[in-house]
Each structure stands twice: as C-alpha cells, then as structure tokens.
C-alpha cells in the first residue's frame, strides 16, 4: 500500500524472487513536496543491497562526497570526506523525489509487480489472510493477501486501521524546506550551519542542473509561526542568511517548488507487524527530518523485510523477525538524532553549559560526533558513545 520509495524498492526485490506483487499507488503521477531528498551513506548501502543504487546514481543522482560544518564563519570548521571516512565509503546521494519515485516504481514493474495508480485503499483488515478493499476508477475491490505491507506514510490509513498504537516524542524542533533553482552551492558538498544559542540549522542539498533543496529548522520556543507557502519565502531566505548560508546564493536562486513546515517530533509503532500487516517507512516510524534519515530508515525497513521473507516460507515468523529487528535500529536512530537535538538545538542555560563542555572537545577532535548519522545504526551509540559526544568522560 503505496508506491514510494520503500514500497517500490521491496516491490521490486520481492517480485526478482518469484512473488506475485500488488502495488497500490494513489498518484497518477508524482508531484513536488518538501521532503527527504537524500541518502545518508548508510542509506546509500541499503539502496545497493536492494540493488536500486546504480540507475538512481546514474539517472537521477548526485554524490555528496564532503560534509561541511559551519558554526557562524565563512569557512566551515569541520570538513569530511565522507568516501574516506565511512564504512560505505560513500557519500550521500540527493535526487529530485518525484524522478526518484518515477524510477524505483518503474522498475518494480519490470521485475513483474502489478502496479494500480490513480487508486485508493479504503480500509485494512487485519488477519490470516489479510484483506484489503481498493477503489480504482468508481470500482471497488477486496484482495487477499499473503501479507499487506503499509508503506503510505506518516498519515498511514494501513496503520490506523490495523489498530496499531502509535509513540510520539515531545514537541520539540520545527524543520521547514524548499526547493531552489540557479543555486551556485558547490554540487559535490552538504552544507551544514548551526546556530546552537539560538536553536537554528541551516541544509543545503545540492542536485543536478543546479537544483538544491534547502532546509531551515528551529527549536520551537525560539520562532513564532512557520514558514509555508510562497509569502514566507522571503523570511526563509532571512532566516537562512542568519544561520549562515552566504547571501549571495539567493541573488538569482528563484524557488521551484513549495516551501513547508514539518514537526520535527519523531513517531514510531513499537513492533510494526500483527495478523498478516507490516509496517515500514514513515508508516513504522518517522525520524526527526533535521537529521535526514527517514529514507536510510525506510530502505532498511526494505531490506530487512525482504531478507526476512526470504528466509523462511512462515511468512507470520517473517513478519515479527523484521518488527524485532526495525526496534531495535530504530531505537538506535532516535537515540542518535535525540543527542544531536541536545547538543546543537536544544536552548536554554542548562544547554549552553552544555556546549561550553562538549563543543570545543568536538571541533578539537570532530571524531566525538556520535555517526549514526552518516555510518548507520550499527555505529557506536552506547552512553559510553554518549558520554564521549557530550564530553563528559
């Protein structure tokens, strides 16, 4: 249920193993939103290992190699070849998402997935097997299913009607964006800026033809409102000035898209499968955007749901396997993106003392980072990771 990116992929990798695949995609064709539009270089080795990576790369891609932080300077204070320094050896790969989309649900349909769009799932029922009810052109439908999969986002329909409880984290960060075109940001750099004091970040995300999504995030007891729709184009451009990004990439940048505002509070359904229905993606759990690794997430989820069905012909056993596993990296993720929310957003005195330990330690030795965000979940997030990143050895 739903053809973006997780849901092709896995489409897609199931249908390569001889499974009969339905993808049920509400959009006749993809459209422009603000939303995740690159791969960290864990992100980038799920993509590979879904066998996705080479025609994104090649037909849609652009390769961010160097991962520049700016704290309040023209030249950034901590500048990493992240192809040298990460366990992929890779950088992060940004797209445009709806050609991204266009491509990985095309290919879903090469490897023999049936693919309906311009339809719209109307309820979920839960159990063995498990039904659903699809309306397409006026008609309506019941499929059963081996096993549904949701993968239709943060306002999932499969995950209400399946009942499954959903966490949310206190409200905390606001994280907006847009896409922007003649933007003269170096193509091969994220540029990263942050403004702890005042609770801002800045993200520049270059793509081909001189495309880069750029992003603004903020605490939320530092800004009032959000920035949405084209009258707020103009204070995104202040806000991102001030953080740090050079005032001369907007002179003839002119906005190709729309600009929104999203929570950055992260959600997540503890143990997303029950009765026949899986869970992955925003649909399973949505990270912090700030830290940009909602689509490394949901090509894990891919993966290691591919790899659980694979392994076993009870696809009931499967089905757990991979809510177990997701638990226990997403648990890892939010973590991770829950320290950086505290070291480099987080306001107040009790924060600033904070970073008066912990942020010269970090630009004296850049490894204390914790790298989740970039190396993946597997890499060191234990208080003994914390107390390093936090400098409190």
């Known amino acids: 249920m739903g053809g973006g990116l997780g849901a092709s992929a896995l489409a897609r990798a199931t249908a390569q193993h001889g499974a009969r695949v339905l993808v049920v995609e509400r959009e006749e064709r993809f459209r422009d939103r603000v939303r ?3 791969l ?5 080795a799920e993509a590979k290992a879904l066998g996705i990576h080479e025609f994104l790369a090649t037909q849609c891609g652009n390769e961010l190699r160097t991962w520049n932080i700016y704290l309040g300077g023209p030249e950034p204070l901590i500048a990493r070849d992240l192809i040298e320094t990460t366990p992929q050896r890779a950088g992060w790969l940004t797209f445009y998402h709806p050609a991204m989309q266009e491509l990985v649900l095309e290919a879903a349909a090469r490897a023999g997935a049936e ?6 799932v109307l309820d979920v029922q839960p159990g063995r097997p498990p039904r659903v009810q699809i309306e397409l052109d006026g008609r309506r439908e019941e499929v ?9 986002g943060r306002a999932s329909m499969v995950r209400r009607a399946g009942q499954f409880s959903v966490t949310h984290d206190p409200d905390r960060l606001l994280f907006s964006g847009v896409l922007f075109e003649n933007f003269p940001a170096p193509s091969d750099a994220a540029f990263h800026a942050v403004n702890p004091p005042m609770g801002r970040v800045a993200l520049l995300f270059p793509q081909r033809g001189g495309r880069v999504r750029a992003y603004v995030g903020w605490h939320k007891d530092m800004r009032e409102g959000r920035l949405q729709g084209a009258a707020s184009l103009g204070h995104f451009i202040e806000e991102a000035v001030g953080i740090g990004v050079p005032t001369e990439f907007f002179t003839e940048a002119r906005a190709a898209g729309p600009l929104a505002t999203f929570d950055g ?6 143990h997303p499968y029950r ?5 992955i993606g925003d649909a399973a759990a949505t990270s912090d955007p700030t830290w940009g690794q909602g689509m490394s997430l949901t090509l894990r989820d891919a993966r290691v749901l591919r790899d659980a069905l694979l392994a076993t012909d009870d696809w009931d056993t499967a089905g757990h396997a991979y809510a177990a596993e997701h638990d226990a990296y997403f648990a890892r993720v939010h973590r991770a993106d829950t320290w950086f929310a505290d070291i480099f957003m987080d306001v107040g005195p009790a924060a600033d003392a904070r970073r008066e330990r912990a942020l010269p330690l970090i630009l004296a030795d850049p490894t204390r980072i914790c790298d989740v965000p970039h190396s993946g979940p597997e ?3 234990d208080e003994t990771a914390r107390r390093r990143f936090f400098g409190e050895e």
Request: aromatic share 6%; with cysteine; net charge negative.
């Open 40 to 44: 960290s270089p864990w992100g980038v």
């Open 379 to 381: 890499s060191p997030c």
């Open 275 to 279: 009765d026949g229905v899986a869970l």
């Open 265 to 270: 509070a992260e959600t997540w359904v503890d």
């Open 36 to 38: 995740g539009e690159a």
């Open 144 to 152: 059963e299913a081996r096993l549904v999969v949701g993968a239709d």
């Open 115 to 120: 693919v309906r769009r311009g339809a719209r």
